[in-house]
């Protein structure tokens, strides 16, 4: 039997395919019976603390983020595990100082180049300048920045935003 041009080539396409099939399931199995490691994409977390690093000058492995939520708004601190480690304190209060300010204008660039533009509470409070009350603290171990606002859906923005940087700072954050 002869086969024409089309036939022909449609057999060729199916020899292909058949063949990078094979390969495929060959890989596959390799994989699986030697039990060669996959690499997992990046998570969030390391995503986040590969954009923190650009954003925040401290060391997040040898800080901690702690945020408690209050019932007039929230509590946020950065302190460092090492309270002899004097570097890393003045690298938090600058940068918490810093923040509380640019936060009272309702500029949160800084958390939105970390977590993203969606993150949950952000566009409240960037539309809120002038109406949370942002007041920076120094701290014997780092420093924090108290939120404080009279408005319900304000404070339910600020907790979100807070939920957000716990979950995203996984083992460098914490909720209080």
Do not use: C
């Not at 002869?2 to 080539?9: G, H, I, R």
């Not at 199995?29 to 954009?51: D, G, H, I, S």
């Not at 949370?132 to 701290?139: C, E």
């Amino acid at each position: 039997m002869k086969l024409n041009k089309s036939d022909s080539q449609k057999a060729q396409r199916i020899t292909l395919f058949i063949s990078a099939s094979a390969v495929l399931v060959a890989s596959v199995a390799t994989l699986v019976l030697y039990k060669v490691p996959v690499l997992p994409a990046q998570t969030r977390q390391e995503e986040v603390a590969a954009r923190g690093a650009q954003v925040m000058p401290f060391d997040l492995e040898q800080t901690v983020h702690i945020f408690e939520k209050l019932d007039e708004g929230g509590l946020q601190r950065v302190v460092v595990k090492d309270p002899a480690n004097h570097e890393q304190i003045s690298l938090i209060r600058a940068h918490l100082a810093e923040e509380a300010e640019k936060f009272r204008r309702g500029d949160f660039s800084d958390p939105a180049r970390i977590h993203g533009q969606d993150m949950p509470g952000l566009a409240e409070l960037k539309a809120a300048a002038g109406k949370i009350d942002v007041l920076y603290t120094s701290l014997p171990d780092g420093a924090q920045i108290r939120y404080t606002a009279k408005d319900p859906a304000l404070v339910t923005a600020l907790h979100r935003w807070f939920d957000a940087q716990v979950s995203d700072h996984g083992r460098h954050a914490t909720g209080h």
